[in-house]
């Protein structure tokens, strides 16, 4: 009993290296920053983290690939390094020698980044997944389209002028009216004046003054 104990458990693991390798097209690297991180709080990467990472992947699989009940065992892991960094591949429920494509790998970690994240007190850019990009907050979609704003800052400046340039035509046109207005009244007004019409004496009204004088 404990020779196939120990056969089945030399297996696995002779399995979990030739699947796990990074020159594998379904493997992905990971690398940890956690005293970048967490400073003095920084806690020791260990059998037992390890272990949580494997959890939390076989967790997020089974989210996106819900026909499938992913286990630990499913997420196989190799070249740690003392710097926390390591390879990892996952393997088919249904054949454990076959790897899941990376469309679903990446999707699963894209998707629930944030939750993986939580899981060790990380971010985006303590917890990196090589080739697999960062996750990014959805852009900002203003209720007016920029262009619209433009548009309607362009058209009140040329409504503006408009403006300008009728008031500044009525007010010249009165302006012109009342001056010939003016002009008509002080050259009536020099005509009443004594007969002296532009400034030159009247003879006509000298000459009836001294008839009526007779």
Known sequence: MLERVLVLVLASAALAQDLCRPDAPEAYKVRLSIKTALGD???????????????????????VLPDQQFEVSNILVCNQTPRVSFWFVVTSVNNPNSLI?????????????????????????TLEFLGIPPTLAAPVVPGTPPWLIAFGVVMGIVGAGIV????????????????????????????????????????????EEKVTEM
Do not use: C
């Open 41 to 63: 709080e920084a806690y020791t990467w260990n059998d037992s983290e390890l272990f949580l990472f494997r959890a939390t992947l076989a967790f997020v699989m089974r989210n």
């Open 101 to 125: 494509e990376k469309q679903y790998v990446e999707s699963a970690i894209r998707k629930y980044r944030y939750r993986i994240n939580s899981a060790f007190l990380l971010t985006d850019q």
């Open 164 to 207: 300008y340039f009728l008031v500044s035509a009525v007010v010249q046109r009165k302006r012109k009216k009342n001056e010939k207005t003016l002009g008509e009244d002080d050259e009536a007004r020099t005509v009443s004046e004594n007969g002296n019409v532009d400034g030159i004496y009247n003879r006509s009204f000298s000459d």
